[in-house]
Nanobody, 119 residues
Framework: QVQLVESGGGLVQAGGSLRLSCAAS????????MGWFRQAPGKEREFVGS????????YYADSVKGRFTISRDNAKNTVYLQMNSLTPEDTAVYYC????????????WGQGTQVTVSS
């Protein structure tokens, strides 16, 4: 059973930074794609960014491009989301998810971690 556990959320002032982690376990992750999503109160869940587990082929939403960076540590089976220049509009619950590179649907999701950016 695949398990994804996010951590690293918290309260930060506008302009600050946070790094979220997503630790994955339960299978090998070659031929998969890891995604980050977020959901703000009263809003739909939105895509933040994704990358191939093997590295590269990274995409970001326009709203975070240039401020957020996805990276991975294969030895730790962990993917990171480095978030810089945070604004109150980045306040949301952040989720990591994983899918096969052959699928359009993310099958496994973490429990989410809260990020709150104060003005």
């Amino acid at each position: 059973q695949v398990q994804l556990v996010e951590s690293g959320g918290g309260l930060v002032q506008a302009g600050g930074s946070l790094r979220l982690s997503c630790a994955a376990s339960g299978r090998t992750f070659s031929n998969t794609r890891m995604g980050w999503f977020r959901q703000a109160p009263g809003k739909e869940r939105e895509f933040v960014g994704s990358m191939k587990w093997s590295g590269g082929d990274t995409y970001y939403a326009d709203s975070v491009k240039g401020r957020f960076t996805i990276s991975r540590d294969n030895a730790k089976n962990t993917v990171y989301l480095q978030m810089n220049s945070l604004t109150p509009e980045d306040t949301a619950v952040y989720y990591c998810a994983i899918r096969s590179i052959l699928s359009a649907r993310y099958d496994y999701w973490g429990q989410g971690t809260q990020v709150t950016v104060s003005s």
